[in-house]
């Protein structure tokens, strides 16, 4: 499975950015898809979540209210709508795939990355 991201950039705080992830090269719906974050000189830290038929989603407690995941099986596409930013969300973000279950909020659950985009917010 391949998968790119796209869609970072700099925003103002309080501002909105949406991220895609486009993967090939898998029965997509089948795949748990996760967005992940990496900030300078920190460990990647999960995001959030969202089941291969796009039913159940799950965030981390620092994004909750404020990002929403989706998915588009058809288009093999999995989105991250961020709106409210706040500096301490800049980081490089990246979409991860796992193959069977939900799995753990923790990268080595997750069996393909893409290369990440990143994402700087300004106070």
């Known amino acids: 499975v391949q998968l790119v991201e796209s869609g970072g950039g700099l925003v103002q705080s309080g501002g909105s950015l949406r991220l895609s992830c486009a993967a090939s090269?898998?029965?997509?719906?089948?795949?748990?898809m996760g967005w992940f974050r990496q900030a300078p000189g920190k460990e990647r830290e999960f995001v959030g979540r969202?089941?291969?038929?796009?039913?159940?989603?799950y965030y981390v407690d620092s994004v909750k209210g404020r990002f929403t995941i989706s998915r588009d099986n058809a288009k093999n596409t999995v989105y991250l709508q961020m709106n409210s930013l706040k500096p301490e969300d800049t980081a490089v973000y990246y979409c991860?795939?796992?193959?069977?279950?939900?799995?753990?909020?923790?990268?080595?659950?997750?069996?393909?990355w893409g290369q990440g985009t990143q994402v700087t917010v300004s106070s």
């Open positions: 090269g898998g029965t997509f719906s089948r795949y748990t």
């Open positions: 991860g795939a796992r193959y069977y279950g939900l799995g753990r909020p923790i990268p080595r659950d997750y069996d393909y």
């Open positions: 969202v089941s291969g038929s796009g039913s159940n989603t």
